[in-house]
């Protein structure tokens, strides 16, 4: 046996986005209500990840010293978007949904310990111990939010929000050049795994 070195660019973006699209195909080919539960939490959590890797690739090829800059999301993210010359994305409808899903992961991953008040439908004639039972079985209110429909649109979001900066950015230290002729953002990091070699 041989052993090499492989030298690797490492692209978490890649590797969470491929966890979250198998817990969506996952969630879809389940036939248990806790199975679709259990692979759409876990998707969602995935997708989070692979969108803040995703825009973290991006701000280390558009700018300078990304990784020190420490500022909290939303201006990090105003930052990259205004550096991918789309100024306004915060306010558009894929970075909100991007929002609800770094939300719903926050609480998911943070949640704190809250009073709520559920309307549960009990079936007629339970004894006491079946009652407690159903009231077990609800959910606290990220895990409830969290679904199979609401995966599928972050995962298509996600992938918009990718489209969206190719198709805007360019690679830095092009502005000399006339603005079609400059070359744009290439990466894909929720499609391509990094560059190996030996």
């Given at each position: ?52 890797a995703m825009l973290n690739h991006y701000g280390r090829i558009l700018i300078e010293n990304w990784d020190e800059i420490k500022e909290c999301r939303k201006q ?123």
């Amino acid at each position: 046996m041989v052993t090499a070195s492989v030298k690797t660019e490492s692209r978490p973006a890649y590797d969470n986005f491929r966890i979250a699209t198998n817990c969506l195909e996952l969630a879809r080919r389940s036939s248990e209500d806790w199975e679709v539960e259990h692979h759409s939490i876990t998707g969602i959590a995935f997708v989070a990840f692979s969108i803040e890797a995703m825009l973290n690739h991006y701000g280390r090829i558009l700018i300078e010293n990304w990784d020190e800059i420490k500022e909290c999301r939303k201006q990090s993210h105003r930052r990259l978007f205004k550096a991918a010359n789309l100024p306004s994305y915060l306010g558009t409808t894929e970075y909100q949904i991007a929002k609800q899903c770094f939300d719903l992961r926050d609480s998911l991953a943070h949640g704190k310990t809250k009073h709520e008040t559920v309307d549960l439908e009990l079936p007629d004639g339970l004894d006491d111990r079946a009652k407690l039972a159903h009231m077990l079985k609800v959910r606290t209110e990220p895990f409830r939010r969290a679904n199979y429909e609401l995966l599928k649109m972050f995962i298509e979001t996600t992938i918009k929000i990718e489209k969206d900066i190719e198709e805007h950015g360019y690679y830095p230290n092009q502005d000399h050049i006339e603005e079609g002729l400059r070359e744009k953002l290439q990466e894909s990091p929720l499609n391509v795994s990094g560059v190996r070699y030996l």
